[in-house]
């Protein structure tokens, strides 16, 4: 029962396989939609554009005013959000608003969610303090599923922003990872800069060390 009626929302489409369906789907639900980057050539996919190159969708949301800025990478299963103030939020900042609203509401499986080595030390701060368990894996999805399925979860998800939502989909998708967070973000009644700051990130860093086996 979403609706989106009042919100303004930039969606980049990075030139690959959500170009029709992602605009489509918020229009649909009520949302005002600026689409941008949705006219794929064959070799323009995801180049400077999408998730994995925000730059031009912070541009695009202080331009237009926008509540809410949704990139989806090329085959759509990667997300990026920006808030009003042209501010990125990673993966780590995305899976503890879906995972909170999801207690909340109490619709989150196992007590807690599945995520990378590579998560920020806030985020699992952030879930133990409301009492929601994070099942750290080895880098990459496939590893996030598996425990999802070994612990009963229904949340995990990549810093990166490939996140699965096991109620809806045994892959990533940014589609309906994007509608949680719109969903969490419209419950707050907030702006998206205050709705989506759940925790300050610990420094961190992500370094390849070698090691003779």
């Known amino acids: 029962h979403l609706r989106l009626d009042g919100l ?6 990075a030139n690959g396989a959500g170009y029709q369906v992602g605009p489509i789907i918020l229009w649909e639900l009520g949302a005002e939609v600026v689409s941008i980057h949705v006219s794929p050539n064959g070799t323009n ?15 695009a949301v ?9 990139a989806l990478d090329g085959d ?3 997300i990026t959000v920006v808030d009003e103030k042209g501010q990125v939020k990673d993966g780590d900042q995305l899976m503890a608003m879906i995972a909170d609203y999801a207690n909340r509401n109490g619709t989150l499986k196992g007590g ?12 699992e701060h952030f879930l133990s303090a409301r009492k929601i368990k994070l099942h750290r894996t080895k880098v990459g999805d496939r590893y996030v599923m598996e425990a999802m399925k ?11 922003g490939h996140l699965i939502l096991g109620d809806y989909s ?13 969903a969490a973000v419209m419950e707050t009644g907030k702006p998206t800069s205050e ?11 992500l370094k390849n060390v070698k090691y003779s086996g």
């Open 8 to 13: 303004k929302i930039v969606i980049d489409c």
């Open 45 to 59: 996919i995801n180049k400077d554009c999408g998730s994995t190159h925000p730059e031009s969708l912070c541009e």
């Open 62 to 70: 202080l331009r237009e005013g926008a509540h809410i800025g949704i």
């Open 76 to 78: 759509a299963d990667r």
């Open 112 to 123: 807690g969610i599945a995520a990378t080595l590579m998560s920020n030390l806030g985020l």
């Open 150 to 160: 070994e612990h009963g979860l229904n949340i995990g998800g990549e810093q990166s």
């Open 170 to 182: 045994t892959t990533g998708d940014a589609l309906i990872a994007g509608l949680q967070i719109l």
């Open 195 to 205: 709705a989506m700051r759940m925790f300050e990130p610990v420094p961190q860093l």
